[in-house]
C-alpha cells in the first residue's frame, strides 16, 4: 500500500483487513508449526552473505508476523535450524566439516559447536526478537521434556539423531498458555546423549505429534521446483501422490529433500496442509495464511 494516509490508503488498508477477515476467523486456534530456515535467517531479501544489519530485519519481521498470527488466535509453533550460522562458527574456529546425503558428519566435537550455536545464539536470537513484542515467546530444545526422543541416525554420521518419538505435552502446556513455543532442533535418546537433528524433519514429526493444521517451510527459494535450476517451473500446489512421484524423478536434491519427505509425512500423518515458501519475501508468512494470494508450494493430502 503506497499511499499512506489519504483516502485511498485508508481504503486500500480497509480491503487488506477485509480480505484478511474469514482468514482469521478460519485459523482461530489452530496449530500452525513454521519451520525457520537458517538461510532464510541469513538475510531476508539480501540473498547469501547478507550482512548484520539485513539479518536483523529479516529477523525482527519474522518476528513481528509470528506475534501477529497468535494476536489474531492462531497457535503457532517454530522450529529452527541453524545450517549456515554452526557453518561460521566452524569456520572461525578452523574445524573441519563434512556433509553426506545433505546432513552435517557431527563428531563430539562438531557437536560442541552445534548445540553452542542452536542453544546459545540462534534459539535466544529469535526468542528475543519475538519478546520485544510482550512476555511471548519461550525457547527449548528437543531434549526439554523429553520432546524429542532420538537414535542414532547412522554410526558413520556421529552423533546425528533420527527422530524415534515426540512427546509434544510440553508444547501442548505452552500453546495453553498462549506462549509461543520455539524449538531448537537438538534431541536426546534413552541414554540422555544429545543429537543434532535435521530441523526439517523434526519440524514435520512434531507438527504431526500435535496434528497440527498447517506445517510451513520457510526457506531461501520461492518454493518446490519441477527443474531445480528453473525458477519457473515453480509448483503451486500438488498432493502427496503427485510429490511422491516427483520426488522419485530425482528432481528434488540436497536441502530440498527432507523439507518434501517432512511435507510427505505430515500430510499423511494429519496435517491439514504443508506449505515451502521463500522467507527472503518480507511478510511470506502473513501472506500465505491472510491472504488470497497462492505463494510458494502448498501440498496436500489428495
Ligand atoms: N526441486 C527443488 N526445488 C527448489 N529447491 C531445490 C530443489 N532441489 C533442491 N533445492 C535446493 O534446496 C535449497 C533449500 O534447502 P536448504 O537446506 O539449503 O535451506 P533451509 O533448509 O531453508 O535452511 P537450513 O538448512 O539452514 O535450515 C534451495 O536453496 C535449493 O537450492
Ligand atoms: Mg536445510
Known amino acids: 500500500v503506497s499511499g499512506v494516509g489519504g483516502r485511498d490508503g485508508a481504503a486500500a488498508k480497509a480491503a487488506i483487513l477485509t480480505e484478511a477477515l474469514p482468514y482469521i476467523a478460519r485459523w482461530q486456534d489452530r496449530i500452525v508449526v513454521v519451520k525457520y530456515g537458517g538461510n532464510a535467517l541469513a538475510g531476508a531479501g539480501a540473498g547469501a552473505g547478507a550482512g548484520e544489519a539485513a539479518q536483523r ?65 540462534v534459539n535466544p536470537d529469535l526468542v528475543g526478537a519475538i519478546n520485544v513484542h510482550g512476555p511471548l515467546a519461550i525457547g527449548l530444545s528437543g531434549a526439554d521434556s523429553r520432546l524429542l ?3 542414532c541416525a547412522d554410526p558413520a554420521l556421529g552423533f546425528v539423531g533420527d527422530v ?21 532442533t537438538i534431541g536426546a535418546d534413552e541414554t540422555g546423549q544429545p543429537h543434532n537433528v535435521n530441523a526439517d524433519t523434526a519440524a514435520a514429526a512434531v507438527a504431526e505429534a500435535l496434528q497440527a493444521s498447517k506445517l510451513i517451510y520457510l526457506t531461501d527459494v520461492e518454493g518446490l521446483r519441477r527443474d531445480v535450476n528453473d525458477p519457473a517451473s515453480l509448483v503451486s500446489t500438488l498432493d502427496a501422490d503427485e510429490l511422491g512421484e516427483l520426488l522419485s524423478t530425482g528432481a528434488v536434491t540436497a536441502g530440498m529433500i527432507p523439507k518434501v519427505t517432512g511435507c510427505l509425512r505430515a500430510v499423511r500423518g494429519g496435517v491439514g496442509q504443508a506449505h515451502i515458501l521463500d522467507g527472503r519475501v518480507p511478510h511470506a508468512l502473513l501472506l500465505e495464511i491472510f491472504t488470497d494470494e497462492g505463494v510458494g508450494t502448498m501440498i496436500t493430502l489428495a
Not at 66 to 94: K, N
Not at 164 to 179: A, F, G, M
Open 164 to 184: 524415534e518419538s515426540v512427546n509434544p505435552t510440553v508444547l501442548h502446556r505452552l500453546l495453553e498458555q498462549r506462549l509461543i513455543p520455539v524449538v531448537a
Open 57 to 121: 530485519a529479516a529477523l525482527v519481521t519474522f518476528a513481528s508476523d509470528v506475534v501477529l498470527m497468535r494476536s489474531v488466535g492462531m497457535r503457532p509453533v517454530v522450529v529452527h535450524g541453524g545450517g549456515p550460522q554452526i557453518g561460521a562458527l566452524l569456520a572461525r574456529l578452523g574445524m573441519e566439516t563434512a556433509f553426506v546425503g545433505g546432513l552435517r558428519v557431527t563428531d563430539a566435537e562438531t557437536l560442541d559447536v552445534v548445540r553452542m550455536v542452536l542453544l546459545g545464539q
Open 149 to 151: 526422543t532420538t537414535r
